[in-house]
Antibody, heavy 116, light 107 residues
Framework: QVQLRQWGVGLLKPSEALHLTCAVY????????WTWLRQPPGKGLEWIGE???????HYSPSLQTRLTISVDTSNKQFYLKLDSVTAADTADYYC???????????WGQGTTVTVS | DIQMTQFPSSLSASLGDRVTITCRAS??????LNWYQHTPGRAPKSLIY???NLHSGAPSRFSGSGSGTEFSLTISGLQPDDFATYYC?????????FGQGTKVEMK
């Protein structure tokens, strides 16, 4: 059974960089888009971006100037780096497996990130 | 970007009710529309993919329909675990946008 486990620092100051890691356990790493999403407090789900195993990435236009998503195929991990965070980046962040063009079918447990 | 409009934004219903949520895309997305269930403190769960396919593990009381720009999610016989927020998402193109969510509350 495929599992995604994510981790990263949960409390940041404005202007710092957010770093999150998501590790994939089980299943293929090469057949999917590895995705980051978030949910700010009181708001809906937001797609942040995705990478495949070769490092081909797609980013949300609203975040692309601050965003880097990268991948380490040998360790079956992918990463999110978001520069110059503000309070608006406070959210629950999730990693997920994107079985594109189908759905995000497996999700990490979520990481609460607070910028203050 | 493709805009996804979901309605209603919230609804109140009783156990056993039939509930329908609608999602409209700003352009034709074929059948590339998915539905997720999200409860507080937990990761979202996939319910329906590509309009009408039930995700493995999702109860059969959930069904989806539609095509092009208009889609719906139906819960036939609301159960206690179904009080949650539901989101549609298009995977036709990037960015893979979500609707704003529909919160299903107990009447």
């Amino acid at each position: 059974q495929v599992q995604l486990r994510q981790w990263g620092v949960g409390l940041l100051k404005p202007s710092e960089a957010l770093h999150l890691t998501c590790a994939v356990y089980g299943g293929s790493f090469t057949s999917y888009y590895w995705t980051w999403l978030r949910q700010p407090p009181g708001k809906g789900l937001e797609w942040i971006g995705e990478t495949n195993h070769q490092g081909s990435v797609h980013y949300s236009p609203s975040l692309q100037t601050r965003l880097t998503i990268s991948v380490d195929t040998s360790n079956k991990q992918f990463y999110l780096k978001l520069d110059s965070v503000t309070a608006a980046d406070t959210a629950d962040y999730y990693c997920a497996r994107g079985d594109i063009p189908r759905d995000m079918d497996v999700w990490g447990q979520g990481t609460t990130v607070t910028v203050s | 970007d493709i805009q996804m409009t979901q309605f209603p934004s919230s609804l109140s219903a009783s156990l056993g009710d039939r509930v329908t949520i609608t999602c409209r895309a700003s352009q034709n997305i074929g059948s590339f529309l998915n539905w997720y269930q999200h409860t507080p403190g937990r990761a979202p769960k996939s319910l329906i993919y590509t309009t009408s396919n039930l995700h493995s593990g999702a109860p059969s009381r959930f069904s989806g329909s539609g095509s092009g720009t208009e889609f719906s999610l139906t819960i036939s016989g609301l159960q206690p675990d179904d009080f949650a927020t539901y989101y549609c998402q298009q995977t036709y193109s990037v960015p893979r946008t979500f609707g704003q969510g529909t919160k299903v509350e107990m009447k």
